[in-house]
């Protein structure tokens, strides 16, 4: 309890530094973490490369490994929620609301705005906009949110360890270090960068549905209007968190992806289906046989392709890294009783399908509109891409307002799931923190969130959550490498229980 404590102190002083950073100096904030972050995408772009691939490569030995059939939990433990729901949880707080927005906006950014490779417009450019998002969107994205969910369900579940990153680190460090200063600063450096992502994300998120009721109703898109966005949603997603994990995230998420599937069936129909039904075809195909050139893909020489290279690869990278203490957590809370071929089966590969049929339809539906010269989709912002290409199909007015409510159930979900995580790691790893523990985090989020917004402060944030993904994916590293030693060492001694028991007989 004394960790925590001192956890939730720090964490509490850091961040309402950062806060007062963001609201009184918020230029210098973002003028600086955007310096910073630049360095480090243009000097650490290799080591981002290298150590997501190691990852991606780690988690698929794991399915075929001597560990495969190791569960996480006891030995009668069973998978507390069903595969439907479970994925509907996991791909509600993995990806949330972006994948409202950037399945319209980055394919279209990549074929007009700013290519790999290609001339902007051209046919090769409008191939590899779609392959490059099922890239960043897909396996590598997934396997860093599985190995720290893995590694965290494992020493919880299976060894009784406290659900705390530092905790998943004391068979390289021992108990009393990660006890000790260490240990508090692996946590600390997991509940700020839970914090400002999910402060940013809701003030991010604040803004686009204000900008999505302005795009459809004319509403007036201005402060006071996020505000009520905020209030109503922290409203909701109290009473959400009040509820409980078995009751309020699970039924949100398994709405929301009804909701979503349903907004994508229907665009599917009245869009250019087939154009659709190829592009996603020849994606795949695509995405699959440059996997490997496109996970080394860092252009060394051409400037100009290394700066899109920085942009976006290394920024979706480092963004990864630094959203997988919160979604880890989240995911190895709702994993328990699940074998380890199992977890990484399902986390690594259905939500990544998922996404890339979501891309296909929208982002290509996207892409017809201006490749006609019906739309111009890429003269919208992010916020209002997304309603700009609905518009122009038939029963846009409808999707458009489905498309609001599965924004408003993304926003509640992942605030939801983060006052839970931040619960876990203010009470010692419970698996059942209180409700009044949920409720405060999801008051301060709310609270840093408005006033990161009125001051303009949210990039400013934003940067800061991919500064601290460089420490913390030293951190990564290391909780997977503990989980071999850890892991090796059951194996072993199983294999020689089981010899002696043979011997005997």
């Known amino acids: 309890m004394k960790n925590a404590t001192l956890v939730f102190w720090y964490s509490l002083i850091v961040c309402t530094l950062v806060v007062l950073w963001g609201a009184i100096w918020p230029e210098h904030l973002q003028s600086v973490t955007s310096t910073a972050t630049a360095f480090i995408s243009s000097r650490f772009g290799w080591y981002y490369l290298l150590i997501i691939m190691g990852i991606l490569v780690f988690c698929v ?3 075929f490994s001597r560990f495969k059939d190791i569960k996480l939990g006891g030995k009668d433990d069973k998978p507390e929620f069903s595969l439907p729901t479970w994925f509907a949880m996991l791909f509600s707080a993995g990806m949330g609301m972006g994948m409202v927005f950037w399945t319209t906006a980055e394919p279209i950014s990549h074929a007009f705005k700013s290519s790999p490779s290609g001339e902007l417009g051209t046919d090769k450019a409008i191939v590899e906009s779609l392959q490059y998002s099922f890239f960043h969107w897909g396996v590598h994205a997934w396997a ?4 720290v969910a ?61 900008q999505g009721l302005k795009f459809l109703f004319d509403a007036p898109a201005n402060f006071s209007v996020q505000l009520l966005i905020l209030v109503i949603s922290t409203v909701l997603f109290i009473v959400s968190a009040w509820s409980g994990l078995k009751k309020g995230i699970k039924y949100l998420s398994n709405i929301n992806m009804v909701l979503g599937f349903a907004l994508m069936i229907l665009l599917l129909i009245v869009g250019p289906t087939l154009y659709i039904m190829n592009m996603f075809t020849g994606s795949l195909g695509g995405y699959i046989s440059n996997f490997f050139d496109m996970s080394f893909h860092i252009e060394p020489i051409n400037n100009d392709q290394r700066s899109w290279v920085d942009s976006w690869t290394i ?12 979604v ?23 939500p990544s399908i998922v996404c890339f049929i979501f891309f296909a339809v929208f982002g290509v539906s996207a892409l017809d509109l201006q490749q006609s010269g019906i739309a111009t989709i890429s003269d919208y912002s992010i916020e209002t891409a997304t309603f700009a290409v609905l518009q122009e199909y038939p029963l846009g007015t409808l999707m458009s307002f489905i498309t609001i409510f599965v924004i408003a159930i993304f926003f509640i979900t992942s605030a939801d799931s983060a006052t839970f995580v931040l619960g876990m790691l203010s009470t010692s790893g419970s698996l059942n923190p209180s409700a009044v523990i949920k409720i405060v985090w999801g008051l301060a989020l709310s609270a840093m969130a408005a006033i990161i917004v009125y001051f303009g402060g ?11 993904a460089l420490p913390f994916s030293v951190v990564v590293l290391m909780m997977g490498y503990s989980f071999y030693r850890a892991a090796s060492k059951e194996v072993l001694s199983k294999r020689k229980r089981a010899k002696t028991q043979k011997e005997a007989v």
Request: charged share 10%.
């Open 150 to 210: 893995l590694v965290l369900a494992y020493f919880k579940f299976h060894k009784g360890y406290p659900g705390l990153i530092s905790a998943t680190l004391t068979p390289l460090f021992g108990e009393k270090r990660m006890q000790g200063t260490l240990g508090y600063m692996i946590d600390t450096l997991a509940v700020v960068a839970t914090v400002v992502g999910v402060a940013a994300t809701l003030g991010f998120g604040s803004a686009q549905i204000n």
């Open 328 to 350: 880890g957590i989240f995911i190895a809370r709702i994993s328990r009783g699940r074998t380890i071929k199992e977890f990484m089966l399902g986390v690594l590969f259905v």
């Open 458 to 468: 949210t990039q400013g944030l934003q940067n800061m959550l991919i500064l601290a």
């Open 144 to 147: 860093v949110y599985a190995l």
């Open 61 to 63: 030995y794991l399915i």
């Open 315 to 326: 920024f979706y990278w480092a963004w990864w890294i630094s959203w997988s203490p919160f």
